[in-house]
């Protein structure tokens, strides 16, 4: 959930001011916690470079309206008011957000901490709330900002910057960040990004393809398709967008997309490679493999090019295969059922115990080019050894991520990696510039 900022200043007179909005601690207005930020702590005049905010999110997921309904979350944000004020006591001025479920508390940095603050409220904030005659846990994300720490006492920015370090504390699953200088920024590139994305027609995404090789002799027996976004005149790679992608729903339209492409290459390739027949491998992520159409999807794309399920590779990263019980696992099941072959990326890198290679539908693993790197060290070359072994035990194929030396290929072969792959034996590249064997 992104939390959305909006603030709408009313006017002495204007339509909709209402005299019972002044609060009678302070005589400002509740419909205007900004107002507040400028009026000063109580206790002491508010120095330009005093200035401080927290902001605290109640039930920002909704899991609490879900199971109590929504007339009791309705009472959440005026008894967690009473309930942090009563705390607090005089360090600060405590008020409802412009945002629901949220409470703002204004203070001065330069008199109060923002760090015994924020720890007094953490120790608070996990007691349960009293809402109708009940007593009810409600789960809080804290932001807090100062003009310290922001590098501006600007009160809208200052409350834009505690209420994004609250979004990054639910994002992040913690219960407190603090406001930096560049958070706004990137928070804002981070929007334009998206936007962009979804503005963007899927011409403007394109696949390059890069090989993997028998170890052996070197022969190509498929390819790896890597999605890239021309964006203006700047061809930017995953990194630069895809996880603003997987942070939305943007994740899924751009997936298929890339699916449809690959598996469209791989049927004009396969008539002209002279050799075995090639695959494709195609990566996907844990949110796109939870995805309940992406299964039908793959089955109706291989029916239409008519392709073979067993000439295509399902790269997925160590991360996604940790729960067992997950819908990406039935998925992964199913694209197994199907003739897919499963492969495990970047193993090495997550925190999945090998012990997932002897339980799910595993037939190739790809071992970390950061491994790969080092395979001079001692203890690196053991451990790769050991992957090396279980999976020629369990009769899985192994494959040699990163591979830029050629100095690297006969310690490779000789710890068993089956499959190579690195700019040695060459880099992605769009399909137009790559000779089929």
Known sequence: MVLRLSRLPQE????????????PANGLSDADPEERIEAGAPGRAQGPSSAGVIVVGLDLSGGFLAAHGFATSALITTAAQSSIRAALGGHAIVEPGPVDRTVVIRFDAGTHSVDDLTAELKEHLSHPLLLADREHFVQSQVGSATAASVGTDDPDLLMRAAFAAAHLAMETGSHLHAATQSMLEELANASELRTAMARAASSDFEMHYQ??????????????????????????????????????SLILPIGRAGTRSALEQLARWSPHSVTTP????VNYSARQL???????????????????????????TEQALIDVASPAMRTIEGLAEMGCVICVD??????????????LPVSVVKVDRSLVRSVSDP???????????ISQTLGIASVAEGVEDEGQIPVLRDLGFTHAQGYFYGRPAPASQIRIP
């Open 290 to 316: 939870a995805d309940s159409r992406l299964l039908p999807y793959v089955r109706r794309t291989l029916d239409e090019w008519s392709l073979s399920a067993s000439d295509v590779w399902i790269e997925i």
């Open 211 to 248: 090989p993997i090789v028998d170890l052996a002799d070197a022969r190509v027996l498929g390819y790896e398709s890597l999605i890239r976004w021309r964006r203006g005149d700047d061809l930017l790679t995953p990194p630069a967008f895809l996880p603003a992608a997987e942070e939305t």
């Open 346 to 359: 970047d193993l090495g890198t997550g925190f999945a115990a090998l012990r997932y290679l002897a339980d």
């Open 12 to 23: 002495a007179g204007a339509p909709g001011s209402r005299a019972d909005d002044v609060c």
């Open 278 to 281: 090639l695959f494709m491998s």
């Open 379 to 389: 203890s690196i070359r053991k451990i790769i050894g050991a992957v090396c072994d």
